[in-house]
């Protein structure tokens, strides 16, 4: 379990990953917030819940599990709490998010509001943001670092 433990969370004190860390909180989490607590006009827990069940089709264990991920898991990332874990988790999510509804739409957001939807070129930049993670670590000023530090008797 300490090995386990030392390879999902060993990193070096660099600051890239945490810049990327930074940056993909700021960017996922307050959409996490809009789907489990209803800021920034977004419907909170029971009417997202109720949206990615009935509009989207999806089952209710995958719902429950997406809001979580974007709420907590880019909370997680942002102080590089099992990084490579949430990050892992994160990609899962974006690949599932092209592939149901991005991927019909084409590969560019719909910046001028001329498609119907947006497409994915957004979803993969967070992907190479989280694949740089998972190699890297979480870099400075993280959990993982003293985790990693602590069992190791760093």
């Known amino acids: ?67 979580m991920l974007e709420f907590f898991g880019s909370l997680f990332i942002l102080l590089g709490f099992f990084t490579r874990f949430f990050a892992a988790a994160s990609i899962i999510l974006f690949l599932g998010m092209i592939v149901t509804v991005h991927q019909q739409n084409g590969f560019f957001m719909n910046w001028y509001g001329s498609a119907k939807g947006e497409g994915f070129e957004y979803h993969l930049l967070v992907i190479g943001i989280l694949l740089t993670l998972i190699i890297s670590g979480a870099g400075k000023a993280s959990v993982d670092a003293l985790i990693y530090n602590k069992t190791n008797n760093k």
């Open 1 to 67: 379990m300490r090995t386990m433990i030392s390879r999902l969370t060993a990193t070096q004190p660099e600051l890239t990953p945490l810049i990327l860390r930074l940056v993909f909180a700021i960017v996922i989490w307050p959409h996490g917030a809009q789907l489990l607590v209803g800021c920034f006009g977004g419907y909170g827990f029971t009417g997202t819940m109720q949206y990615f069940t009935t509009q989207a089709g999806l089952p209710a264990v995958i719902a429950f599990l997406v809001i």
